[in-house]
T-cell receptor, first 120, second 116 residues
Framework: NAGVMQNPRHLVRRRGQEARLRCSPM?????VYWYRQLPEEGLKFMVY????????ESGMPKERFSAEFPKEGPSILRIQQVVRGDSAAYFC??????????????????FGAGSRLTVL | AQTVTQSQPEMSVQEAETVTLSCTYD???????LFWYKQPPSRQMILVIR??????QNATENRFSVNFQKAAKSFSLKISDSQLGDTAMYFC?????????????FGKGTKLTVNP
């Protein structure tokens, strides 16, 4: 079981360019979450997706940020026209398809190693 | 909205000793989970321990245990027999159960250093 795979681990972009971060959930997991960690801060929720559906995007900035989780392939977090303030570590997490079932043991998110975005 | 507060930005402990990290949270929910995650220098987020709010018994995982005080909304982590590999950032996190959206709300973290 390869765990949650994120790539790239490190990405450097110049202001105005686009950044694409990929996340493959653990085998058997159909829920994907994206979190952002600014320097010296805890992780902040961005978006929650299931296959082909965005369930909760309440933490996503209104502009320039988008996320998808297609039927086939990894989940992608896309940041258009990056600015220096987008520099952060972006973490993906996944969980199995037993959300909200108390005591099921499903409410444990497994995190990837993160993708560090640096905007020059 | 839920908030999680970790009042100790940094702590240090001698190897083999015991250390307790504090966490308090604010919520009006009655059904939720609490977690401690460890983030070593590699930045990988690693689950340390989990507590269901409906369980009165404190969770334990080997050298790690929690003191869960639901009325006080307190969830501290005790690390016994500290090891050099325990050096990391430790994040306390809250998850409420709402329509299947398992959002974690994190505290700002406590940087723990274990000294030889």
């Amino acid at each position: 079981n390869a765990g949650v795979m994120q790539n790239p681990r490190h990405l450097v972009r110049r202001r105005g360019q686009e950044a694409r971060l990929r996340c493959s959930p653990m085998k058997g997991h159909s829920h994907v979450y994206w979190y952002r960690q600014l320097p010296e801060e805890g992780l902040k929720f961005m978006v929650y997706l299931q296959k082909e559906n965005i369930i909760d995007e309440s933490g996503m900035p209104k502009e320039r940020f988008s996320a998808e989780f297609p039927k086939e392939g990894p989940s992608i977090l896309r940041i258009q026209q990056v600015v220096r303030g987008d520099s952060a570590a972006y973490f993906c997490a996944s969980s199995p398809n037993l959300a909200g079932v108390v005591g099921s043991g499903a409410n444990v998110l497994t995190f990837g190693a993160g993708s560090r975005l640096t905007v020059l | 909205a839920q908030t999680v507060t970790q009042s100790q930005p940094e702590m240090s402990v001698q190897e083999a000793e015991t250390v307790t990290l504090s966490c308090t949270y604010d919520t009006s929910e009655s059904n939720y989970y609490l977690f401690w995650y460890k983030q070593p220098p590699s930045r990988q987020m690693i689950l340390v321990i989990r507590q269901e709010a409906y369980k009165q018994q404190n969770a334990t995982e080997n050298r790690f245990s929690v003191n869960f005080q639901k009325a006080a909304k307190s969830f501290s982590l005790k690390i016994s027999d500290s090891q050099l590999g325990d050096t990391a950032m430790y994040f306390c996190a809250f998850m409420k159960l709402q329509g299947g959206s398992e959002k974690l709300v994190f505290g700002k973290g406590t940087k723990l250093t274990v000294n030889p």
